[in-house]
């Protein structure tokens, strides 16, 4: 009978296919896409699932708004340029991701699985569309 899985691995999971999906949207034919806070251009495999608000911040952890694609340099080395990050999105935009990650969110297991399907879904849709 297979295990039921942890908490644990049910958000790292969640954070492996989401991060692929934003990798992935906005990839070009060749499978390239470009950082959105110094337009380094790599293939998504290569860049980061860079977030604007903290992952910490369940609200806005799997947010499609507060994620996008950041090279290495910029996401983690150069932590999240979330200044330029803030410029990228626009000043409304910004706030309102800044004020949702401060709102509580309360997921549960079920919560989790559903996006993972959600966005399991989603990513096959867009290898589809790179291939």
Request: hydrophobic share 30%; glycine share 4%.
């Amino acid at each position: 009978m297979p295990r039921k899985p942890t908490r644990k691995g049910l958000i790292k999971k969640l954070d492996t296919v989401f991060s692929h999906f934003i990798r992935m949207r906005n990839a070009n034919g060749n499978g390239y896409v470009e950082c959105v806070t110094c337009s380094k251009q790599d293939h998504w495999k290569n860049m980061d699932c860079g977030h604007f608000m903290s992952r910490k911040h369940l609200s806005t952890r799997w947010h499609e708004d507060n994620c996008q694609v950041q090279c290495k340099a910029c996401n983690v080395f150069r932590y999240g340029e979330q200044y330029k990050y803030s410029v990228w999105l626009g000043q409304e935009k910004a706030e309102e991701l800044h004020a949702l990650s401060r709102q509580t969110l309360k997921l549960y297991d079920y919560d989790l699985l559903d996006l993972i399907n959600i966005y399991t879904e989603k990513v096959v849709v867009l290898k589809n569309s790179l291939n």
